[in-house]
């Protein structure tokens, strides 16, 4: 139940839910809107042409849906053209479909490529080709779809990616976090399976690419966006960028951790408070707890005696995971617990993004008085 109470309170799954509860919508209203209202015989564009025009931003929605109105265009004048010379056959069927797909192949077309395609060749078999009505029909038909999906995502609800950006971020942050956790009991027990470890942290470079996506798409999220608490959401976000830097340098710092291990053995002489030291890491890190990792911090900085060279390694590399990991704990857009930004005034919203920023500034001045001082 504590796992489901979780899920159900992921920005990520209620924007996708709300974005296919819109293109549902969307793709009923154009239907009935060229049915009822307009009178269209077989109005089967309409709901299409909606599916395909609500998108995950409402910048993204309107770029496509031009590119959309212009594919369908083609693809309805290349059906009528073909089905008025060559009639409809397998002739005129593949000279349609090669017509179409060498046009959006186009960089102009290149996001719609099989749009112009996917219109001819319903428009052509369907025999509408030799209606000019009923060509205008299929026109006003497809526009009325995508007209109708610009307005759902503009008017109701716009999209905002800024709390499935700071999500994505959180998790992999506790990944992190329960990878340590993991290679320090696996280093308890002997069983230290370093490839195993290794694969872990490919994984979470994936995630980081994924998060840089979600990042991307908040930004864009936030053009056109008609919402008036868009603007000072996503200025929360603009530490977001820093703190993806930072969990890049954290992986690769695992990543070299494990190999080094894996190089030199798993149960060398003198580990037993640097293992200590690197599952009160994980716990601190997953839990998001600043303090406690300053405190493993300030632990790996006090004498610990003959190190050898591949002990001394891993200090360091844990060292870099923790410098890393205290800006991405302290940042307040990536916690769980921090305060919604829609539950904030306008100037608390404002100043969770300032104090962002601010931190994530301050960590770096750190970072360059500790380079300084070594």
């Known amino acids: ?60 929605t309107l770029a496509r849906g031009a590119q959309q109105v212009a594919a369908a265009v083609l693809g309805v004048l290349f059906a009528w053209a073909a ?3 060559l009639g409809i056959n397998v002739v005129s069927l593949g000279l349609v479909l090669l017509a179409a797909m060498v046009a959006g192949s186009t960089r102009a077309l290149r996001a719609e490529s099989t749009t112009a395609a996917a219109t ?31 307005l759902v995502n503009l008017l109701v609800w716009p999209p905002l990616g800024d ?36 694969e872990r942290t490919r994984e979470l470079d994936h995630d980081i690419d994924d998060a840089r996506a979600l990042v991307r798409q908040a930004r864009e999220s936030g053009r056109l966006n008609l919402r008036r608490r868009a603007a000072p959401r996503l200025r929360a976000t603009e530490a977001l960028g820093a703190l993806l830097g930072r969990l890049e340098q954290a992986v690769a710092e695992l990543r070299s951790m494990a190999r080094t ?12 408070w640097w293992r200590d030291l690197l599952e009160r890491a994980g716990e601190a890190i997953s839990a998001a707890d600043a303090r406690a990792i300053a405190q493993v911090r300030a632990a790996l900085d006090e004498p610990s005696g003959g190190l050898r060279p591949s002990e001394g390694a891993l200090v360091v590399n844990l060292a870099n995971i923790l410098d890393a990991m205290d800006a991405v704990a302290d940042a307040q857009p990536v916690r769980e617990r921090a305060p919604a930004p829609d539950r904030l005034g306008r100037f608390g919203r404002e100043r969770l993004g300032r104090a962002a920023v601010g931190r994530m500034g301050a960590v770096e001045t750190r970072d360059r008085q500790h380079a300084a001082d070594r």
């Open 120 to 150: 001819a060749l319903m428009v052509l078999l369907t025999g509408y080709a030799h209606s000019g009505s009923m060509l205008l029909g299929r026109l006003l038909d497809t526009a009325i779809g995508i007209g109708v999906g610009l």
């Open 163 to 198: 709390r499935s950006a700071a999500r994505k971020v959180d998790i992999i942050d506790d990944r992190i976090g329960d990878l340590l956790t993991d290679m320090a009991r696996d280093l308890a027990h002997g069983d230290a399976d370093a490839e195993a470890w290794v």
């Open 1 to 60: 139940m504590a796992r489901l109470a979780e899920r159900l309170r992921d920005p990520v799954l209620w924007s996708d839910v709300s974005q296919l509860v819109k293109t549902v919508a969307a793709a009923m209203i154009a239907w009935v809107i060229a049915a009822q209202v307009f009178g269209l015989v077989q109005p089967f564009l309409a709901p299409w042409a909606a599916l395909l025009t609500v998108h995950a931003t409402v910048y993204r």
């Open 261 to 272: 291990i894996g190089r030199h053995g798993s149960r060398p002489a003198g580990w037993h």
């Open 83 to 85: 089905g008025s010379t």
